[in-house]
């Protein structure tokens, strides 16, 4: 059965250093968004991306973040300079459609912690 | 600033039991709704959908109800593995989609 996978499960990084979470949505999946969970908390809506670029995104995805599709199968979320507060469990997800009744398959997450 | 309420729980039955959760939201816009299941330190993944006539799934019935902005999640015949944290998801239409999740619920089905 085919699923979103991502990379690296579990980050440690340094306040103000740079990480790059990657994720490979399902293959014939179009639309792909990042999430994310503080422990103990609900899970948050960061960006949603089609056909190379934003389509939605929220309050927190601010000017720190960025998402990329570098080529035909990655899709990555960037955290510039990371802080405190960032650390959380990020999630990938997919879905075939936009429609808002679509399914999105999510991914095992990676775990980033800052220190 | 929309929100989507459950009681976070936990709810402790034991098996066989039938457990009901509810989820409100402040959003009347909102035009699709959805519950899923997470297990501990794992990703959500999808339990059903909720349409406006309600929804049964073997053991599971979804029901929304759009004049009192509520969706409920019963479980029949509670298994060991139904243990789980059940977030309640809600969506607007038109231009943005950008779905809003609860806290959720967490049950704990013991034997």
């Known amino acids: 059965e085919p699923e979103v996978t991502q990379t690296p499960s579990h980050q440690v990084t340094q306040m103000g250093q740079e990480v790059i979470l990657r994720c490979v949505p399902i293959s014939n999946h179009l639309y792909f968004y990042w999430y994310r969970q503080i422990l103990g908390q609900k899970v948050e809506f960061l960006v949603s991306?089609?056909?190379?670029?934003?389509?939605?995104k929220s309050e927190i995805f601010d000017d720190q973040f960025s998402v990329e599709r570098p080529d035909g199968s990655n899709f990555t979320l960037k955290i510039r300079s990371t802080k405190l507060e960032d650390s959380a469990m990020y999630f990938c997800a997919s879905s075939h459609g936009r429609e808002i009744y679509n399914e999105q398959f999510f991914g095992p997450g990676t775990r980033l912690t800052v220190l | 600033r929309k929100e989507v309420e459950q009681d976070p729980g936990p709810f402790n039955v034991p098996e066989g039991a039938t457990v009901a959760f509810n989820c409100t939201y402040s959003?009347?816009?909102?035009?699709?709704f959805f519950w899923y299941r997470q297990d501990c330190r794992k990703e959500p993944k999808l339990l059903m959908s909720v349409y406006s006539s309600g929804n049964e799934d073997g053991r599971f019935t979804a029901q929304l109800n759009r004049a009192s902005q509520y969706i409920s999640l019963l479980i029949r015949d509670s298994k060991l593995s139904d243990s789980a944290t059940y977030l309640c998801?809600?969506?607007?239409?038109?231009?943005?989609?950008?779905?809003?999740f609860g806290r959720g619920t967490s049950l704990i089905v013991h034997p």
């Open positions: 998801v809600v969506n607007e239409s038109g231009g943005s989609y950008i779905p809003t």
């Open positions: 959003n009347s816009a909102s035009q699709s």
């Open positions: 991306f089609y056909n190379n670029e934003i389509s939605e």
